[in-house]
């Protein structure tokens, strides 16, 4: 056999280091139990532990028994894509849509990855930190040159390097509610990046996989609610109604041609969504009270835990957070307890080790891009409030009288 010289894009993607680095939690957790009778604290992933709401597993179930086994239809359910129109205009502030403006994907993945794919070999940028499918997948997927534009140390946006890097690219990736940093961007500031964006003939790519997890009644602003062609808006049902293994999400855009190109895309590599499993997709946003019940209970969780994390992070010396107002995550900087002569790779995971020995599982800032590596990220999606607040006990003895800055 020739020696094969497969695809350099495909080759060149990686496994989001999210998974290695829950691969490694699982092999460590088995020496941590044995040695200490006890389990780690999860931190370290986007996963939901609970289960999808009853209303939409009913749906799925009815879809099946009324024979929606069949293929889907190409770009999208009728029903799924007009509840999605609906959805806009109630949730989004962003009435003018038509289904003809909506694809239906695999997940928000499929819908990202579909639309950075229109920018093959071209440029691209985004804020660092930076989601790390993005940086590991999609990019070098679709054989992107992807410029970081690093926020300020507390997330805020250097508008001068965002308009210098403007200049350059094809399209600019913003996520609100953002993964890693919990920060999210008010209306003043999607509407400031976005008028850039098109300023410079650039796509806005927006990544809304957090849009309904959100604190403190904030609003979160849509760049859809903009109504304009170079945006291309990306959502999910994975986080915000515990459906994280359905795989389904969707596409928005004024544009035909994003919709147009996206479906064929599509197309070539899937042939569509499961057919039943749009049915009850459509069902979790149409069936607005079952909706509100069961969301309302998962959010109040998530914001107590949030609460709890940001009462007890501030009280470690050497460590200060600002209150995430989205997603679930906190992106603090650990930078205080690495001592000074630790640079490099090994820096990168200084951190991270030292936590694992005390019995808690983080992310590393390296994975989401060049710039807050002194940072972990702390996921509260799947772990309650006693696991918590164990958490918390063990990174204080894990650092406690060792800061050498802070
Ligand atoms: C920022 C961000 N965008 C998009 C997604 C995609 O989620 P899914 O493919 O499950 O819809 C995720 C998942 O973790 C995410 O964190």
Redesign the pocket.
């Known amino acids: 056999m020739k020696s094969a010289n497969f695809s350099k894009n495909i080759s060149s993607v990686k496994l989001s280091p999210i998974v290695s680095i829950s691969e490694l939690v699982r092999d460590r957790a088995v020496g941590f139990r044995e040695q200490h009778g006890e389990d780690f604290v999860y931190f370290q992933r ?1 996963e939901i532990a609970y289960n999808t709401p009853a209303y939409i597993v009913d749906a799925a179930k009815k879809a099946l028994d009324a024979g929606f086994t069949r293929y889907p239809r190409s770009g999208g359910e009728n029903v799924l894509k007009q509840a999605i129109v609906d959805k806009l205009t109630r949730v989004n502030g962003a009435p003018g849509y038509t289904p003809e403006n909506v694809l239906i994907t ?7 990855q579909l639309s950075f794919k229109l920018f093959e070999g071209r440029i691209g940028a985004g804020f660092s930190p930076c ?1 790390s ?1 993005v940086l590991e997948n999609f990019v070098p997927f679709c054989d992107i040159d992807f410029r970081l534009v690093p926020l300020n140390r507390d997330f805020s946006v250097d508008w001068e390097k965002l308009e210098t890097v403007l200049k350059d690219v094809d399209f600019f990736y913003l ?1 609100t509610p ?2 890693p940093t919990g920060k999210v961007f008010t209306e003043a500031e999607v509407r400031r990046i976005s008028d850039l964006c098109k300023a410079n003939g650039a796509y806005l790519i927006s ?1 809304e ?2 849009e309904r997890i959100m604190y403190d009644q904030v609003p979160h602003f849509s760049p859809a609610a903009i109504l304009e062609d170079h945006i291309i808006s ?1 959502y ?4 915000a109604y515990a459906m ?1 293994g359905w ?3 969707y596409v928005v855009s004024k544009n035909p041609e994003v919709i147009r190109l996206g479906k064929l895309g599509d197309y070539s590599q899937t042939a569509g969504v499961v057919t039943f499993l749009q049915h009850a997709a459509a069902e979790a946003i149409t069936n607005v009270e079952a909706e509100a019940e069961a969301l309302a209970p998962m959010l109040e969780a998530y914001e107590a835990r949030r609460d709890l994390l940001f009462e007890e992070l501030n009280k470690i010396p050497g460590i200060s957070v600002d209150k995430p107002q989205g997603a679930f995550y906190f992106f603090p900087d650990f930078g205080a307890f690495v001592p000074a002569e630790i640079q490099g790779e090994a820096r990168k995971t200084y951190i991270f080790e030292r936590l694992l020995e005390a019995g808690v599982a983080v992310v590393y800032g390296s994975c989401f891009g060049d710039h807050f590596t002194d940072n972990v990220r702390i996921s509260f999606s799947a772990t309650d409030l006693d696991e918590i607040r164990l958490g918390i006990r063990r990174i204080r003895e894990a650092f406690v009288g060792v800061a050498s800055n802070g």
């Not at 999910?236 to 986080?239: A, R």
């Open positions: 986007g695999y997940g928000g993945q499929e819908a990202l989601w499918c996520n953002q993964n990544d996989a957090y990306c999910t049902f994975s986080k994280t795989r389904i999400g």
